[in-house]
């Protein structure tokens, strides 16, 4: 067993910053020091003017794997996760075939440990009529169910099939709300010929804020944990702050930072399902995150070719690349006084971690598995499209310079990430839960 020192990094414990040796074997955090008081290790890293933080947990991706592989896979994605410094994901169903059954659930599984530098996980995916394999599933994060934006057999708005799957399943349930009624009579109402910027008045402030308070509502009737997806509103920020304690929300980088300004400039690479909103709204983001109504910042990462995105609205699809720069883009934000960095580590890896029951991960704690970023808070850099490991080769903050970024990124205990350079023979595991 080789075992790893890092030496003088500031580190982000539970408790706040502290300067520390942090000490890591094959797999966990054996021993957290006062700086110089470990003799020595295999391998030592001198991380004087940087900061340790635990890695992030991006509970919320789209690899495409298997079905769109053109776009993504597992292998394509978890390198550009441990690029970012995210060291464990968590995938959603919507795949081709979808994660409906626990023969495709376990096929993703063994796929991904063949493929996967960093950790992961997948949801499994509520249809009409697969309550008994919902009932069955342990391999998994949770549920997750399309209330709208989606196609075929995961999408479930029918509100006798939702009362099933709230009422006579035990595992945390998320979801895509967007209402559906509200964003067909939108559509019918714009018109034949909708353009670009129609995507955020076809899929509304309404079409968020009604399909979440209903899912809420099934929630706290059934009182089934709840985590709401990429809130994209200030209403639906406003309606959390009087939720019950099993419900908890997410927001996302491109809700954050971009807005319907930034169609003119960026077109439908900011096209996102639900819709990027108004400046008004990310402000009212970040203050639900400040005070604790959103508690998780995730990705959405949902790849697609620049060719398809390029496709006449609305043949264009939906969704943006983020996992490599998101951690990042939140490091950006400390730098600019937006938030601190003990927020970002809670936003982004303690909330989730605790969310989903995610065993050992998350924090920086003696026995904890050893998952851990080197971020330089200083460092700056910029986004380009030639840069991203993602396979569909660009970002929409393409061209931005940043101020902070990951430099190396340890899954159980190995290097994965370091120099610019992802170690592909690095396998992450299974993640476990809490139950």
Not at 137 to 145: D, E, F, L, N, V
Not at 168 to 177: F, G, M, R, S
Not at 232 to 259: G, K
Not at 364 to 390: C, P, S, W, Y
Request: aromatic share 4%; charged share 20%.
């Amino acid at each position: 067993m080789s075992t790893t020192l890092i030496r003088n990094a500031a580190v982000v414990l539970p408790q706040g910053i502290s300067s520390a040796d942090v000490v890591l074997d094959d797999q966990h955090i054996t021993q957290i020091a006062d700086p110089g008081s470990v003799p020595g290790a295999d391998d030592i890293v001198d991380a004087t003017g940087l900061h340790l933080i635990p890695g992030v947990i991006d509970d919320q991706v789209h690899f495409r794997d298997p079905g769109s592989t053109h776009k993504e896979d597992l292998s394509t994605g978890s390198q550009a996760c441990a690029k970012g410094g995210i060291t464990t994901f968590l995938e959603m169903p919507n795949t081709k075939p979808a994660t409906i059954t626990l023969e495709a659930l376990d096929a993703k599984l063994q796929l991904a440990s063949t493929k996967c530098v960093v950790n992961y996980g997948f949801y499994v995916g509520a249809t009409v009529d697969n309550v008994e394999v919902l009932q069955q599933a342990s391999r998994t994060p949770g549920i997750k169910i399309f209330i709208g934006s989606s196609t075929g057999d995961l999408l479930v708005d029918q509100q006798e099939a939702l009362e099933r799957i709230f009422a006579e399943t035990q595992l945390p349930i998320c979801a895509h709300c967007e209402d559906e009624t509200t964003i067909r009579a939108n559509t019918e109402r714009i018109g034949s010929n909708p353009q670009l910027a129609d995507h955020s008045r076809i899929r509304d402030h309404n079409a968020a804020l009604v399909s979440t308070r209903r899912a809420v509502d099934l929630a706290e009737r059934h009182q089934h944990r709840f985590h709401v997806l990429h809130v994209s509103t200030a209403q639906e920020a406003e309606f959390l702050r009087t939720t019950s304690d099993l419900i908890t929300a997410e927001a996302c980088p491109h809700h954050l930072l971009f807005s319907v300004d930034d169609y003119e400039r960026l077109g439908s690479l900011v096209q996102m399902n639900p819709s990027i909103k108004t400046a008004d709204d990310c402000t009212a983001l970040w203050e639900a995150l400040r005070d604790g109504s959103i508690n998780v910042i995730a990705t959405d990462h949902a790849p697609h070719t620049l060719e398809e995105k390029s496709r006449p609205y609305p043949q264009s699809p939906s969704g943006l690349p983020a996992v490599e720069n998101s951690l990042a883009l939140m490091l950006n934000s400390v730098n600019q006084g937006r938030c601190t960095l003990e927020q970002v580590v809670q936003w982004m890896c303690e909330s989730p971690a605790g969310v989903w029951n995610i065993s050992n991960k998350g924090r920086i704690q003696q026995g904890f598995d050893a998952d851990l970023v080197l971020v330089d808070m200083h460092k700056r850099h910029t986004i380009r499209n030639e840069d991203q490991l993602t396979k569909c080769g660009w970002s929409p903050w393409d061209g931005v310079t940043l101020t902070g970024q990951p430099v190396r990124t340890w899954v159980m205990g190995r290097t994965v990430f370091v120099n610019g350079k992802v170690n592909t023979e690095i396998r992450g595991q299974e993640v476990l839960y809490d139950r």
